[in-house]
């Protein structure tokens, strides 16, 4: 399989790019947007029926590949895990992608940070083209009712 292989949008497949240290964010994504959604109107294999509603695809990747894949996508939502370790690193990533693809949809995960300083971050962080900051995986429950009306199909006129 090549791993730089990417998911096509004019399947109506959208993808939703994880970049994290562990598997605890793009997990929580599997089980709330992605192929185990918990949804009534989805059938096993995670597909939306008929109901014009989109399908993401939940890959676990890093900034790198990020950085190299996303001029090839229209469709895209990305959540990115922030720690201690890491923050800049990441500003400067979804800094950069905001200002050259505001269109794409990225969320942030804060991880490892004690609260006060934590809420301190979500604001920089937002400056900075995050739509979303997330601090408990089961957040993802809530934001997946967001991007699935964002990226629903327009009904035809």
């Known amino acids: 399989m090549n791993p730089f292989a990417t998911v096509s949008t004019a399947s109506g497949v ?11 964010w793009s997990d929580a994504a599997k089980r709330f947007v992605g192929p185990f959604q918990h949804d009534a109107d989805a059938d096993s294999s995670g597909q939306a029926m008929g109901s014009g509603q989109p399908t ?12 190299a894949l996303i001029a090839g996508q229209s469709d895209l939502v990305i959540l990115w ?6 923050t800049s690193a990441v500003a400067l ?3 950069q992608i905001g200002a050259s693809r505001p269109d794409a949809m990225q969320w942030a995960a ?3 940070v004690s609260r006060h300083p934590s ?18 995986p089961q957040e993802l429950a809530l934001l997946a009712r967001l991007v699935r ?8 006129v």
Request: proline content about 3%; some cysteine; glycine content about 4%.
């Open 110 to 112: 804060i991880d490892d």
């Open 149 to 156: 009306r964002r990226f629903s199909a327009a009904p035809q």
């Open 119 to 136: 809420d301190r971050l979500a604001l920089r962080i937002r400056e900075l083209g995050v739509s979303a900051v997330l601090h408990q």
């Open 81 to 86: 895990e922030l720690s201690a370790e890491n």
């Open 14 to 24: 959208i993808p939703f790019w994880v970049c994290e240290s562990g598997r605890r």
């Open 56 to 67: 993401f695809h939940v890959q676990r990747m890093d900034a790198a590949k990020i950085r």
């Open 93 to 95: 990533h979804v800094a």
